[in-house]
């Protein structure tokens, strides 16, 4: 199992899950916290895999995210301490968590 990579060409069909809520980590290269939350997540996705769909956008990556920053925009999602889930449930966030987060810490969140 692994962690859908999003960009610009691929957002919209990522977040616009018909059968599943989307968890976005969003993270940035140099960013240890970041590195140790994509742990988190892949030792979390099978307790999930049924329930949620597990994607991740780097945010450093400015040229193949001008759409994704302009959605992010639109539903005034604020992005500053880094790493960021961000929960989309029909392709629109419903809730978000920055910072580092244990396992149990993700379970309270989902």
């Known amino acids: 199992t692994k962690i859908t990579k ?5 957002y919209k069909d990522v977040l616009n899950n018909p059968v599943h809520p989307v968890l976005l980590d ?3 290269s140099n960013c ?4 140790l939350i994509e742990q988190t997540l892949l030792l979390s996705m099978p307790k999930y ?3 949620v769909h597990f994607a991740k956008w780097n945010a450093d990556n ?5 759409q994704i920053m302009k959605l ?3 539903h005034n999602v ?6 960021t889930l961000l929960l989309f449930v ?3 966030p419903v809730a978000s968590r920055s910072g580092m987060a244990t396992s149990a810490q993700l379970d309270t969140f989902l």
Request: hydrophobic residues 20%; charged residues 35%.
């Open 6 to 10: 999003m960009n610009d060409s691929n």
């Open 90 to 92: 029909d392709g629109k």
């Open 62 to 66: 400015r040229e193949d995210s001008t």
């Open 32 to 35: 240890g916290p970041c590195k």
């Open 72 to 74: 992010m925009r639109e």
């Open 49 to 51: 895999a049924s329930r």
């Open 78 to 83: 604020h992005l500053g301490k880094m790493p």
């Open 26 to 28: 969003v993270y940035v």
